[in-house]
Nanobody, 122 residues
Framework: QLQASGGGLVQPGGSLRLSCAAS????????MGWFRQAPGKEREFLAA????????YYADSVKGRFTISRDNAKNTVYLQMNGLKPEDTAAYYC?????????????????WGQGTQVTVSS
């Protein structure tokens, strides 16, 4: 089970840190990803991190503004979001990479958690 939290209303240029808490002992063995979905749009890959945290990958749309990290001792993965823009408004989700080798491929993820809403508006 994955549970995302930390969303809210923020002004353009502001920051938020999302958390994704996992239950279960296998968390530290999974690569993890963050995604978002805006109304009327497809779910979009944002960032992924290896099980150790040593490797990360970002979508071009968030590279340089968002940072993914994890704390395996706390069974938690984070998404630090800086320089937020109105177009970042969406529901944000975390998921575990369960199969395959392509971090950007949504079909390779599972254990989707309940999303957390991020709204960027003045």
């Amino acid at each position: 089970q994955l549970q995302a939290s930390g969303g809210g209303l923020v002004q353009p240029g502001g920051s938020l840190r999302l958390s994704c808490a996992a239950s279960g002992r296998a968390f530290s063995t999974y690569e993890m990803g963050w995604f978002r979905q805006a109304p009327g749009k497809e779910r979009e890959f944002l960032a992924a991190i290896s099980w150790s945290g040593g490797n990360t990958y970002y979508a071009d749309s968030v590279k340089g503004r968002f940072t993914i990290s994890r704390d395996n001792a706390k069974n938690t993965v984070y998404l630090q979001m800086n320089g937020l823009k109105p177009e970042d408004t969406a529901a944000y989700y975390c998921a575990a990479h369960l199969r395959g080798s392509t971090w950007t491929r949504i079909a390779e993820y599972g254990y989707w958690g309940q999303g957390t809403q991020v709204t960027v508006s003045s």
